[in-house]
């Protein structure tokens, strides 16, 4: 069994990853081929721009380069992030690709550490020598015409299986894109890849002292417009159970945040065809492995104000309405079905649609949403948590990063 990694050294995730995922696939029994690609051709391929991270607003920037350090530091490797990064790395992919398979991994290392770690410039011809040399291969065939022509055709051909990023992994005809999916991807090799908790593997390595639950609390950012938001909904209360640590449900309007931030009203239909394709399969994967049903609504997207403003009046409604519209393609936007809909769950209706429309409640949103922004908060959903022990509070965003907030209740705090 073998998994491929797909990947460039001028990616910091593909970085994290490279560091992880022979011990990971080795745990599944498995082999890794490393598949040197450019990213910059493969977003060409694709029509996408060439570096996505100068469309994206500060606030999503700002947490995106957080999280990589903070993936760093769960994992325990070093990550020192260049002050003129991206730089281009051409040259360095082509000297990964005439390495052997043999040779690739190491080789591959050696780039990544030099870009990541070292500070050293992998778009020198010197550093590039260097590194060449170390590993007995010829620095003038770097630039050979059938060592471009094996770079273009490989990245040609990872775009034609449906890569639109990386790190990539490919199991089969399958394809995970994201360091953090590199368990769900190792899942279809074999059955042992859960813990128990859904998938929220412990990635790292190291050993926390266990904290006493005083003096933390999670606040959980949330809007029923989510599929993200919903995901996170069905496992936040078990993970911070696991620690004793209360957890307060704080639904804000997405929308509002989303054009007050400058991030478009739906980002899901912004990205190109492939990805859009990709994130519902994602979606699907991480309801199964969570053991949740999941369903696209027919009616997406949907106007959330109204259940907002009921969740705020009976908190204890919100998870029937998550269920009801992600689970079974439930209206939950207008009165009549949203009436229904807490009727079935138990609820008095009535009382709460009323609420909907009280001036207190209305305003209870609008805060909402304005405290999230000021906290920093660029989407759902997003995991406060404070403690104690730190002055300020830690912001974690997406569902995906479940397994992240795990460790910090077990006694884990990053330093960005």
């Known amino acids: 069994m073998h998994i491929d990694f797909v990947y460039d050294v001028v990616c910091p995730y593909a970085y994290l990853a490279s560091t992880r995922v022979e011990a990971a696939a080795a745990a599944y029994g498995a082999t890794v081929r490393w598949r040197p690609i450019l990213l910059g051709g493969l977003f060409r391929e694709i029509g996408a721009p060439d ?84 590993h007995g291969l010829s620095a003038e065939a770097i630039d050979a015409p059938g060592t471009k022509a094996a770079l273009r055709e490989a990245t040609a051909q990872a775009a ?23 368990d769900l991807a190792l899942s279809t090799l074999a059955s042992a890849g859960d813990n128990g ?47 004793g640590v209360p957890v307060t449900w704080h639904p804000i309007l997405l929308g509002a945040l989303f054009r007050s931030i ?11 065809q492939r990805k859009q394709q990709w994130v519902a399969r994602d979606l699907d994967d991480w309801a199964k492995a969570r053991g949740v049903p999941f369903r696209f609504p027919s009616h997406f997207p949907m106007r959330s104000i109204l259940p907002l403003r009921a969740a705020l009046a009976e908190p204890k409604a919100t998870p029937a309405i998550y269920r009801a519209a992600w689970g079974d393609d439930r209206r939950i936007d207008e009165p009549q079905s949203l ?23 209305k305003e209870r949103l609008k805060s909402n949403t304005m405290q999230a922004e000021t906290l920093g908060v660029c989407g759902v ?31 884990w705090w990053p330093s960005a």
């Not at 034609?160 to 590199?182: C, E, I, K, N, S």
């Not at 009436?339 to 409640?361: Q, Y």
Request: glycine residues 6%; hydrophobic residues 40%.
């Open 381 to 411: 959903p997003t995991f406060v948590v404070t403690d104690d022990r730190h002055e300020a509070p830690l912001l974690l965003w997406g569902q995906d990063r479940l397994g992240m907030l795990d460790a910090v209740l077990s006694g």
């Open 51 to 134: 570096d996505p991270n100068t469309v994206m607003p500060e606030a999503k920037a700002t947490l995106v380069r957080r999280d990589i350090e903070r993936w760093a530091d769960l994992l325990g490797v070093p990550l020192d992030r260049p002050t003129d990064h991206p730089r281009r790395t051409v040259g360095a992919m082509r000297l990964c690709t005439l390495a052997s398979d043999a040779q690739r991994p190491a080789v591959s290392r050696a780039l990544f550490s030099a870009y990541w770690v070292q500070g050293r410039d992998v778009s020198d011809p010197r550093v590039l020598a260097s590194i060449a040399s170390q």
């Open 262 to 272: 400058g991030t478009p009203d739906v980002p899901l239909f912004t990205m190109t």
């Open 339 to 361: 009436a229904s809909v807490l009727a079935d769950a138990g609820f008095s209706p009535e009382p709460l649609i009323e609420a909907t429309n009280d001036p207190e409640i």
């Open 197 to 243: 908790t859904g998938v929220e593997v412990d990635h790292s390595p190291r050993v926390f002292e266990p904290m006493s639950a005083g003096g933390r609390s999670v606040t959980f950012v949330h809007d029923f417009s989510s599929p993200f938001s919903y995901l996170a909904s069905t496992a936040v209360e078990r993970v911070a159970a696991r620690h």
């Open 160 to 182: 034609a299986q449906g890569a639109f990023g990386v790190p990539t992994f490919r199991v089969g005809d399958r394809l995970w894109w994201g360091q953090d999916r590199l």
